[in-house]
């Protein structure tokens, strides 16, 4: 119990337990000059009833404190599940609360951290076993490695460099080492460029682009370009062959603003958060058989943070998905 925890403020706390002290010594020397209590045993009786009384009270004041410390401590050794319970409505209470609050966000980069370990040695782990095993039978002479069998390696040589040079850049952007470039640039050669490259030869016949050719942006035109490629890579592979990808790009209030839908079977509104986190993949993605890793958005998400902007994932009637990527102009001197 901490009767002190409804006052909010520390000092009114004190100066509670300055006066409670005092009118317990003057009624005790007024009680005990009455009861002819000897001089010297006085002070000893107050000071005894006083800390009695205070002991208490002061508590409350402290005991946030010294939790504080022993989370700090279970902190520093890596143990975020230490809870501080803040009851008290002072200075104290608060300064607890916001120790709280960054105990729960540490923990869940902790989490996070651990989560991208495990899940970068996963998707090493799958190509790596399975070149392994044709490598040993190639070796054992049971598979010749004929063409067929090298393009197979090579296949998945190649997503093991695209999964890493993806991992790189992440925490690239995320380490803010790589300044952006910014430039001002025409949108409708960006989004030409943009959808060649992610669309393999013939494909990009299924891409429409909807752009007024004298619609410039200023940002970086390489990270830009990327966040296009990832987006419409994606729409072109979760949606059916033929069907057709539509990229738009118009001025927002400050800024462009991009859109690319598809017909597919789009993306669930719970899920709609979650497909920004690294590794994110919904069920139907992950049991495709030329799925991605589920870093893409993850990237593009790091990207159009680094602009200032906003991405809204929403629906396309009568289905599909829609992915509005909002980017207000740089500065073309910031770096
Ligand atoms: N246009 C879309 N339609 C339906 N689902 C989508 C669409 N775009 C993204 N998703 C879902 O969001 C997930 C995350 O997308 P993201 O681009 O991050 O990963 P990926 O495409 O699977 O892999 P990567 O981009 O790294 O090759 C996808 O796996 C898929 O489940
Ligand atoms: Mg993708």
Known sequence: VRPLDRFGSIKVKLSLVVVAGVFISAVVSSIGYRLEVPLWLRPLIALGLALLVVYPFSRGITAPLREMAEASRAMAEGDFTHPVTATSRDEV????????????????????????????????????????ARFENIVDGVQTNDAATAAASLAEIERLSALVEQVLDLSRLEAGVAPLEVERFPVDSLLCDAVASAAPDGLDTRVAIGVRDDLDY????ARI???????????????PDCSPV??????????????????????????????????????????AADGGTGLGLAIVSEIVDLHGGSIEIGTNRPTGCRVTVRLPHLETSAT
Not at 248 to 270: C, F, H, K, Y
């Open 93 to 132: 209470g608060e300064l607890a609360r916001a120790f709280d609050q960054m105990r729960a966000e540490l923990a869940e980069v902790e989490r996070q951290r651990r989560a991208l370990i495990a899940n970068v040695s996963h998707e090493l782990r799958t190509p790596l076993t399975s070149l392994r």
């Open 218 to 221: 200023v940002g970086d035109r």
């Open 225 to 239: 370009h990327q966040v296009v490629t990832n987006l419409v890579d994606n729409a072109l592979r979760f949606s």
């Open 246 to 287: 539509r990229v738009v790009a118009g001025p927002s209030e400050d800024g462009i603003a991009l859109t690319v839908s598809d017909l597919g079977p789009g993306i669930e509104e719970a899920e709609r958060h979650r497909v920004l986190e690294r590794f994110y993949r919904t069920d139907d993605a992950r049991s």
